[in-house]
């Protein structure tokens, strides 16, 4: 799938579609003896699982999933799709993920897998039968459950399931690790076929013996040419100016089995003939045995257990919690964060717990709050993690910026014919220039950081500061001058590659900083993602021999700088509370294209600032078209529209009949004013 077009858009069905339609293709004649289990899809990240339709009644609790590892958690272009069900009585699990690129990225690679772990997870109907099953997940033996909360990951696993939680656990995709030796050294290696060699440099291999990253994970033997970087249409590797080393950035992984001999390996290798992309595929074919259980014996064991709780004579629900407050510390925008305590029931009989909500409230919890289970029941001596879990996110970020709203409830927890317990909820919220209104933004004179607090000010004092941010600032918001004065200059939009490619994610975070500090930017850190260090006098003897390697560097780094703070942009305007174009004037923006008069009235009923906004962006857009280098200057046309898409959504209540044909009318309004610009 393509990498640089629908990067910010999370599902596209035409796509997803064509795979689906290529694959039974490709099984010709047998193609009707299979049919589509289940498929999940996030940006260019697709997973799609078939199964004969002879297995299809044995075939049950299918689920899917997706997170997002991109820049705040919401750029998808990074991140991982799961799929998990069961057959017959087994669990079986199958993830793709893509991880962060380049070479010297192997830290993050890490990093994405261990957020991908910690944040998917997938709801599990407890089954009596398969109860024992669950159990040995969960009994402290299970690598990858250890893992999880060795990393603070502790949720009720009786009603959700990690990806851990299978019999068996495939992973699979663009892992992006690299070789650690240099390109010509690598390409040496391969024309003398030594592998083996190449394999004891391979990222994934150094990381996975060393315990960073996929510890509990087995591989066939990589016996095969590294399956990146091609020449697309052929099977030479890069000969591009960039000349990308060869690598297995393309892999196929099963999570260690606790009983051995249960899944074999018949075959692991990549596919040559595959000339579509700069990637070769890689295939693997796995045996697994499928666990089918009597019920008899589990019948028989519940049955004695209710007699055993039916003769207690205690009747008295008693309980206890490992602690009376969760404490999310700072919490940022965008930041997911969880936090744990313990239910105990120390009673004699059954102890039905749920939270209820506090009086005049009809919410267990507000908006900006998750807990689960909400509700439950625990037998004599039984104990259940509670999970709570905190977002702010665009739809109920702005109210914590303004000030009008914080982190701090108290939540109510019952035991029926017990005891309350009152569980105190408190954070404190960072604030950020991400998820504010416009308006507001624009009639700030502080950083969003400095700002104080609405409600921490008199009421003479807020009225008389905002009337002289009123008639210093109303015309637009200063974060959103300085991204687009850093941008716009003829030596960023000459860039082969600006707005083709995504920026450098700890780049895109030290922009937000500034952003939200009021901090300047600097070119330093924009250029290269650090702070350039003092040269030595051996260093600057050998100033000459490097500056021709400076050179070479120079122009990829501006460009990543440049699509760092294009990131950031697209972010800033996508997480807008009210987008450019207010919600209730989206359908009227689609029909503006239909004529010049159309469009000017549209305009002229847009609120000032959001006129400002959407015009200062189009005439920063139509200069980044028009000094694009010609070669470039389509594909960056018709990425910017499909892109800047994020100016305008519809409303939540608005359905859409054909989302495919409504994602080309948007791009068509923003062509619209892009032509309307150059005329």
Known sequence: ????????????????????????????????????????????????????????????????????????????????????????????????????????????????????????????????????????????????????????????????????????????????????????????????????????????????????????????????????????????????????????????????????????????????????SDHKPVHALLEAKIRKINSEKQSETKSALIRQLSETHDNITKGQISSSFVEFGDVHFMEYKERTLVLENTGQVLAPFRFIPKMDESEVCPTWLRVHPISGILGPGEKIVIHFEILIDPTISSPFNEGSEEIDNILVLRLENGKDFFIVVNGAYQPTCFGVHLERLALMSLPVSGAVPADKKSKKKQTADNNESRGQQATLPKELWRVLNFLWNKNMLCLDDLFLDHGDRVISEYVRRCLDTGEQFDTNVLLSGKQKESKSDDESASKEEDEDKAVATEGAEETIGANSMIDILVAFLECLPEPVIPVNMYKQALEATASVEAMNQFKRELPIIHLNVLLYITSFLKDAIKYAPSSRREARALHIAETFTVMLRPPTDYKEQNPPLARQRRAKFILALLEEEVN
């Not at 944040?119 to 669950?134: A, N, Q």
Request: proline share 3%; glycine share 6%.
């Open 1 to 276: 799938m393509e990498t640089n077009k629908d990067a910010y858009l999370r599902y596209d069905p035409a796509k997803e579609n064509a795979w689906a339609d290529a694959i039974f293709k490709a099984l010709g004649s047998k193609s009707d003896e299979y049919y589509k289990v289940a498929s999940q899809q996030l940006v260019t990240i697709l997973i799609i699982v078939i199964a004969k339709k002879r297995h299809e009644h044995f075939i049950s609790d299918v689920e899917t999933n997706y997170v997002g590892v991109g820049l705040m958690n919401m750029i998808g272009n990074k991140g991982g799709v799961g799929v998990r069900l069961r057959f017959h009585d087994s669990y079986l699990c199958f993830m793709g993920c893509h991880l962060a690129a380049f070479t010297d990225q192997v830290d993050r690679r890490n990093q994405d897998f261990g957020e991908i772990c910690k944040r998917i997870t997938f709801p599990h109907r407890p089954d009596e039968l398969t109860s024992y099953v669950t159990y040995s997940w969960n009994d402290g033996g299970d690598e990858g459950v250890s893992f999880l909360e060795n990393e603070g990951i502790v949720r009720d696993w009786s009603q959700t399931a990690s990806v851990f939680h299978a019999d068996y656990l495939v992973w699979l995709g663009d892992l992006n690790y690299r070789i650690n030796l240099p390109e010509p050294e690598i390409k040496s290696r391969l024309r003398q076929n030594e592998l083996d060699v190449l394999v004891d440099y391979d990222q994934l291999i150094v990381e996975r013996r060393a315990g960073r990253a996929f510890p509990m994970f087995e591989e066939g033997k990589v016996n095969f040419q590294p399956t990146y970087k091609y020449d697309a249409g052929t099977d030479q590797y890069d000969s591009s100016p960039k000349r990308r080393a060869p690598s297995w950035t393309d892999r196929i992984l099963w999570k260690k089995e606790r009983t051995r001999g249960s899944l074999k390996l018949l075959k692991y290798d990549n596919c040559m003939g595959m000339m579509l």
